[in-house]
């Protein structure tokens, strides 16, 4: 194929990192900042870079920010040949997919979106990698009337770059889950940080404090951005999660052994059955 992929940060740039290293798909790369493309030219993670020709495409993956994947999605659309696959990889589907979906029938293209789970503490072209993918879970978010051949497209494209699990769902099971497997983890860990023991623990700290907080340098523009276009869905999780520490909060102050020894059982049975779950073994 002959893919063009917009955004050349993290993800964008493992993409093309990750089709070059991997398959044989001729890959353009676009990003606003143009001595990024040429990093990526230099670094032959791009075959060229855009041009400012919008014809010859059968793929186009936006890999921006929800807000400006939709603006560029608006802005550029009618510029495309007709009948092409357009895909975005934002974290947040929904009604965001909707309007895409909307938006590119409308010009004659087709929209389907996916979310590979995988980054890094650190976003950035420079902190990409071909392998960022590898054993990933990779979702793939189809509509009731989406081609069988378009998700056969992106399913075969996240294959090749190693992915280890393709996931078809809803665009809204998939903000659901998400509200509660990724969102909800750095907020939490955003808010964990925040304790006036942060600058001390240097020589106190293990791997649950590394696990903790390492989502905490997360860039607060686009997952803020993720948070409000998924609001319903996270307040859930958020409101559950603050009832939940309530219980323990309240069996601290009653120094009440008894009430805290059975709320932690309770968390180790859920999270071991969790993972015999995970295993495909019996709860």
């Not at 919008?54 to 040949?81: M, Q, R, T």
């Not at 081609?147 to 809803?170: M, P, Q, R, W």
């Amino acid at each position: 194929m002959r893919i063009l992929v917009v955004g050349l940060g993290l993800i964008g740039g493992s993409l093309c990192k990750a089709m070059k290293k991997y398959t044989s798909h001729f890959v353009v790369g676009c990003d606003l900042n143009h001595d990024i493309e040429f990093s990526a030219l230099r670094d032959v993670a791009i075959d060229m870079e855009f041009d400012g020709d919008y014809s010859g495409f059968d793929l186009v993956i936006v890999s921006l920010f929800p807000e400006a994947a939709e603006k560029y999605i608006c802005e550029n659309i009618g510029k495309f040949d007709k009948g092409i696959l357009i895909t975005d990889v934002c974290g947040i589907k929904g009604d965001f997919s909707l309007r895409m979906k909307n938006i590119a029938e409308e010009h004659g293209l087709n929209y389907l979106g996916m979310h590979p789970m995988a980054g890094k503490e650190f976003g950035g072209y420079h902190n990409s990698s071909a392998d960022l993918f590898l054993n990933a879970n990779f979702i793939i978010t189809p509509f009731t009337d989406s081609t069988y051949e378009d998700f056969e497209k992106l399913s075969n494209l996240a294959k090749e770059i190693g992915a280890g699990k393709i996931v078809n769902t809803t665009p809204e099971n998939h903000d659901k889950m998400i509200a509660y497997t990724s969102q909800l983890a750095h907020i939490v860990s955003s808010a964990y940080v925040k304790s006036p023991q942060l600058d001390l623990e240097c020589g106190f700290s293990g791997g649950s404090f590394q696990d903790m907080t390492r989502i905490a340098t997360m860039n607060e523009k686009m997952w803020t951005d993720l948070f409000m276009q998924n609001k319903e869905h996270l307040s859930y999780e958020l409101e559950l999660l603050i009832e939940n520490l309530k219980q323990y909060s309240e069996a601290l102050k009653n120094s009440d052994s008894d009430e805290m020894l059975r709320l932690i059982a309770e968390g180790r049975k859920l999270k071991e059955n969790n993972l015999r779950h995970r295993q495909g073994q019996p709860n």
